[in-house]
Each structure stands twice: as structure tokens, then as C-alpha cells.
């Protein structure tokens, strides 16, 4: 996994950076003798926050990382690269964290480089110097900014990496699929996952049908050219799928028709996928290629906003931002062999 960073991207609202939490939590906690990874090049930054200890302390925490004149999150790192154009007056270790230093709940194996909200500020200076006509690798050159800083200190068989994404195709949304070799995918059951999962290969290896005119512009064909190894479709999340309530006729049938949807998609271009071997139906697919997250909001959410890990929580009641949440163990146990199922398949 080391040299296979795993880039969680899709649409917004299915649970990315939860999901991301738990997982690079859960999996520190399960594999103690490796150091695991999370790059947050999302400007929300929530997987930063929940990591550095949820709520308004997490928030507090990553105030503070953004206030040096460079600041120490993913922004403060593509500046620095801005500053030397490959070299800036910080070494890449500088950003990355040990979050137990910020957060004991958290194990001590897992580091962080903190998301920003200043990303977006950052990300026409980023397009800058991807299309400066000089150097001609310019665009490769800053491309691979985030790829760089995970070869150089995580790119050892001791380390796992976890990338969050935004929910929009922007400039960094590119460095981190350009640095990820495997895509993890959550999604809900409705239309707009369903179109949100096409348009996501779209952007990545262009449409069909190529556009004759703003085609050549397009990340796809920039990567082509610049012979990009693009990373594969690995694993499509299922959230907030209900199990205890009933799935109801329409709610089946909606993610039945996703299901489909990934595997046209996978009957079309085979070769984007991670190698498992011939599938040869739909089910087939769906047993190797998807997971339904079933149940996973109470727990998962609580586990987030308080910075800890699902194993620290107790059959109680939880305040969430003012709301009572109560925690039944039977839940927090089905929730917990999720994400180890989830990581297992990884």
C-alpha cells in the first residue's frame, strides 16, 4: 500500500472525508508496526479536523497550522513548492504530522498534511506554473508536487497512504489523482451518484466521444501526453445504505441501477480497473469491486466529530452539536467490522 496511495474522490455528500477518518484511523489502530499516511487536498479540510480532534477542537487546531507566514498544511506544502519551483526554504517533512501529538485519542503511528480552505486561494498559482510554456515539463513538474512528497517519505513498504479529495475537478483534485494509484469511490443510492461516478472517469480519461475543440485542454489528454500512469478504480463505497430499516423498493432498485451503471462502465474499459481476474456478470462485479456501508452514520459520525476511534466508544449518549445521539454497542460493533471489511479489501 505503500506505493499504492489510495485516493478516496467522488461527488459531495457521500461520506469521503468520514470514511477517510475511520479508515486511516481503524487501520493505524489494526497494524501498529506501520506508519500510515493521510493527505487532505480538500479545502474543507474535515478530515483534518476530525483527525486533529473533531469538532470545534479540530477546528481550532488547524486555525493554528495556518497562521505561520507558511503555513504547515497542504496549502503552506504547494506554496513552498511555488516559492523554489520544486524547492521552496521548508523540507516536505516539515508538513507532515504526528496527529498523537495533537490528538491522543488517535494511535501513534498515523501523520496528517492538514487540509486548507486557502487551497482554493492557492489553486490559480498552481494552474500558473502547470501551464507556464517553460520549462516544456512544466505541467508534469507541478502535477507531481503531491506524488513527489509521498515518494519521498512514504514511499517505503512500511507506510500506507490515504488521500482525500474535494468534491469538484479542481487543479489539486488533479495532483491527487496523478499522486493516487488506487481510487476508492463512496457513493449513495441515487441518480445523482449514478451520473456523478461516469462523469468522475469522464474527467479522468475523457469521454467517449472526444470534443473536437476543448478536448486537447482536458486533464485526460494533458495526462495522456505526458504518459501518466493513471491510478485504478479499486473500490466503490456504498454509504448510508440502510439494514435494519428495510431497503425499500425504490431505495433497491436506485442502487441496483448504480451497480449497473459501474459495471457498463467496467464491461467497457476493464483495463482502469485493478486486476482481479475476468468478472463475467454483474454480481461477480459488485462482490469484488463494491462494498454497501450499511448502518454506518451514528457511529462513524459520532467517532468523527469527538477525534476518536470507533473502538473507544461507549453505549451512551453523544452530543453532536447540541443534538443527544445515543450509541447502541450492537451498532458500534456492526459499524467497526465495516471498516474492517472495507480495509481488508484494500
Known amino acids: 500500500m505503500a506505493t499504492s496511495p489510495s485516493t478516496l474522490i467522488n461527488k459531495g455528500g457521500v461520506g469521503k472525508s468520514t470514511i477517510v477518518f475511520n479508515l486511516a484511523a481503524r487501520y493505524a489502530e489494526r497494524y501498529k508496526n506501520r506508519k500510515v499516511l493521510v493527505l487532505d487536498l480538500c479545502p ?12 470545534t477542537k479540530g477546528e481550532d487546531e488547524l486555525l493554528k497550522l495556518q497562521q505561520p507566514k507558511t503555513p504547515t498544511t497542504i496549502a503552506g506544502y504547494i506554496t513552498n513548492e511555488i516559492v523554489g519551483f520544486s524547492g521552496g526554504n521548508k523540507s516536505e517533512q516539515e508538513f507532515l504530522l504526528q496527529i498523537h501529538q495533537y490528538n491522543k485519542s488517535m494511535p501513534k503511528n498515523i501523520w496528517l498534511v492538514p487540509g486548507d480552505g486557502n487551497l482554493e486561494l492557492v489553486a490559480p498559482a498552481i494552474r500558473y506554473y502547470a501551464d507556464a510554456q517553460m520549462p516544456e515539463t512544466a505541467w508534469l513538474n507541478t502535477h507531481n508536487w503531491i506524488k513527489s512528497l509521498i515518494e519521498k517519505y512514504a514511499g517505503s513498504a512500511e507506510w500506507t497512504v490515504f488521500i482525500d479529495t474535494n468534491p469538484t475537478f479542481a487543479i489539486y483534485t488533479e495532483l491527487a489523482i496523478v499522486a493516487g494509484t488506487h ?5 449513495k443510492a441515487d441518480d445523482s451518484s449514478r451520473v456523478a461516478t461516469k462523469a468522475l472517469f469522464d474527467l479522468i480519461h475523457g469521454p467517449d466521444k472526444p470534443h473536437p475543440v476543448y478536448s486537447k485542454y482536458t486533464f485526460a489528454q494533458r495526462a495522456k501526453e505526458a504518459n501518466l500512469q493513471l491510478p485504478s478504480c479499486h473500490l466503490f463505497i456504498g454509504n448510508q445504505f440502510k439494514q435494519h430499516e428495510g431497503t425499500a423498493k425504490a431505495f433497491a432498485s436506485m442502487s441496483n441501477a448504480v451497480f449497473k451503471s459501474l459495471y457498463e462502465g467496467y464491461c467497457k474499459e476493464p483495463e482502469r480497473y485493478t486486476n482481479h481476474g475476468k468478472i463475467n456478470n454483474q ?21 468523527a466529530h469527538r477525534g476518536t476511534l470507533l473502538s473507544n466508544l461507549k453505549q451512551i449518549t453523544y452530543e453532536v452539536h447540541g443534538d443527544k445521539v445515543p450509541l447502541v454497542k450492537k451498532r458500534i460493533e456492526e459499524c467497526s467490522k465495516s471498516i474492517d471489511e472495507i ?3 484494500l
Open 44 to 55: 474543507q479540510a474535515n478530515s483534518t479536523m476530525m483527525l486533529l480532534g473533531g469538532g
Open 183 to 187: 481510487l476508492i469511490v463512496p457513493f
Open 283 to 303: 454480481e461477480e462485479f459488485k462482490k469484488m469491486f463494491t462494498y454497501e456501508l450499511r448502518d454506518f452514520n451514528s457511529a462513524g459520525v459520532v467517532a
Open 343 to 345: 480495509i481488508d479489501k
